[in-house]
């Protein structure tokens, strides 16, 4: 009988990753990535590459909230309704966050962006994009706390290398307690936290949904319907509920290399120390407030 044990391979790939980064980024990530983005190249450029008329919609959160996951299920609901999906934020990424700075750029702005046909993101902080008020906007965030918890596994171990920023960036986490990375990372994702609130969340917006992803972990259903409902991608019922039927989750075990190694709300309490949790409740508390955190 053939052996049932696992494929070398993932244990070569990590091996690869963990002793040459730059190597394995130059060697193995750019490449598979160089023909990537062709829509998003032609969008920048000013080309109207949709054929639908469906409001446009802006996926808006903070990284460690899922938002991959919720990328996935706005993209497969998006392309239901012939919507077209750009993700500049990934293809800038791969320039070593270089290319962050056309946001700053009216003339590229008002090209990069239309208010028909489009579902733009996900953006993992804020962008002034003109007229936003004509898009429909999802907002998805994630107690900080847990947020900080979070990112310090994903930068010391699990997010691909897929610059040069973030290989420094794991080589800095690793030399660091995650109390010294949350309390390093804090004000940054405080500034980030307090921007959306500005932006976003002031004064009523009925163009902008704020959803937590506490709620899409304690009741996935109806998470999806008020999202789906919000963005107006609640056209095919089938489609929702296969949705539905497919979440999982479960975490059978914590792996720090592991993209989603724990998804239960709260884990800043039982991997931070008492004191750097109350410098994060000190520093947060209007943030926390604001959203219901406790």
């Known amino acids: 009988m053939p052996s049932k044990t696992a494929s070398p391979f993932p244990r070569l790939q990590r091996f690869a990753r963990e002793k040459y980064p730059l190597l394995w980024l130059n060697l ?4 598979r990535r160089l023909f990537s983005f062709r829509n998003e190249k032609k969008a920048m450029k000013g080309a109207d590459i949709s054929k639908s008329e469906h409001r446009s919609i802006v996926f808006f959160s903070v990284n460690k909230s899922a938002t991959q996951y919720v990328n996935g299920i706005l993209k497969t609901l998006a392309e239901n309704e012939k919507m077209m999906h750009l993700n500049y934020n990934s293809y800038f990424s791969l320039s070593n966050n270089a290319k962050y700075q056309l946001y700053s750029d009216p003339v590229f702005m008002e090209k990069a962006f239309k208010d028909k046909g489009y579902l733009y993101g996900p953006s993992g902080g804020w962008i002034n994009i003109p007229d936003i008020g004509k898009y429909l906007v999802l907002l998805l965030l994630r107690d900080p706390r847990d947020v900080l918890t979070s990112s310090y596994f994903s930068v010391a171990y699990s997010h691909e290398l897929i610059n040069r920023t973030i290989v420094n960036s794991r080589q800095q986490a690793r030399q ?3 109390d010294e990375f949350a309390l390093q990372r804090m004000e940054p994702v405080k500034k980030t936290y307090d ?5 976003l969340l002031s004064e009523r917006k009925p163009n902008v949904l704020l959803m937590k992803y506490e709620d899409m972990v304690s009741n996935f259903s109806d998470w999806l319907d008020r999202i789906a409902a919000h963005l107006e991608l609640n056209g095919n019922p089938a489609l929702i509920q296969m949705i539905k039927d497919q979440a999982d989750f479960t975490v059978a075990e914590q792996n720090v290399y592991s993209h989603r190694r724990q998804v ?31």
Do not use: Q, S
Not at 28 to 31: F, I, M, S, Y
Not at 195 to 199: F, G, K, S
Not at 264 to 269: A, C, Q, S, V, W
């Open 176 to 178: 660091m307690t995650i």
């Open 28 to 31: 193995a990530v750019k490449p």
């Open 195 to 199: 921007t959306y609130c500005r932006e």
């Open 264 to 294: 239960t709300p709260g884990d800043h309490k039982r991997k931070l120390k008492a004191e750097t949790i109350n410098i994060l409740n000190d520093t947060l508390h209007p943030i926390l407030e604001k959203l219901g955190y406790d």
